[in-house]
């Protein structure tokens, strides 16, 4: 009876560590319900090594700041995009992999092609823009330090929809190249 009093308690520390250890937080994305977080698209985590494709269809992250996100290298980071089509301020942010934290990039600019779809009026469009990059003394962002890029452009008013080109991101050492996109809220309408 001295012996099972003895493992009793052991058996309950142990129990009580590894069930602690689940709630610890863990390397890499939360697995929990993107539809409990406020605003964004979702943007689905392809399948990959160790992420079949129930697990990946139900791990989403949510743009933070109600925008479209733009996945960079292998789930390494994004590019969320937010555009006001009433002024034709085109907002970019960048973000980790999970979209939960800015990562902050050197570069003063990004330059990405933009490509308007065609209408009864025109045909398809292409231009150019740079967003410059944005200062947040609340954050302490500074130019050459920020996550955040920013352009006004008369091209983009009454623009819904869009596709282009994000030329080049450098950040933490890391640069991303010619990445293409589709900038299509849901439930924002499309076309321009």
Known sequence: MRVSAMVRPTMTVTTVAAAALLWLPMPGCERGDPAAKPGGQKIPVPASAGNDAAEAAAHQHLAPHGGVLVELGDHDANAEMLLDPDTGRLRLWLLDGCAANSLRSEADEIRMLVILPATPDRGESM??????????PLTGETLGDTSEFSVTSEDLRGVRAFKGVIQRIEMHGERYSDVSFEYAPVGRGSGS
Do not use: Q
Not at 127 to 136: E, G, I, P, Q, S
């Open 127 to 136: 231009f150019n823009l740079t967003l410059d990059a944005v200062a947040n």
